[in-house]
């Protein structure tokens, strides 16, 4: 069997915890930043778990992580 390609525009956009679960970043942190308060852009910053129904579909994209 041959080897699978990773997707590499996936593999830029989420990384996997060390108990195994997705993570990915939220949206909306690129730019119009001034009118966000600080405390919205603070929470814009971390980190959160990947959804359950789009597991299976990055799992797919990321053979090897």
Request: proline residues 3%; glycine residues 2%; charged residues 30%.
């Given at each position: ?27 909306s942190k690129s730019h119009l930043l001034q ?31």
């Amino acid at each position: 069997m041959p080897k699978l390609k990773t997707s590499k525009a996936i593999a830029k956009r989420f990384k996997v915890s060390s108990s195994g679960k997705f993570l990915r970043h939220k949206a909306s942190k690129s730019h119009l930043l001034q009118k966000k308060s600080s405390k919205q852009r603070r929470y814009l910053s971390s980190t959160c778990q990947v959804d359950s129904r789009d597991i299976k579909n990055i799992s797919i994209n990321l053979p090897y992580l």
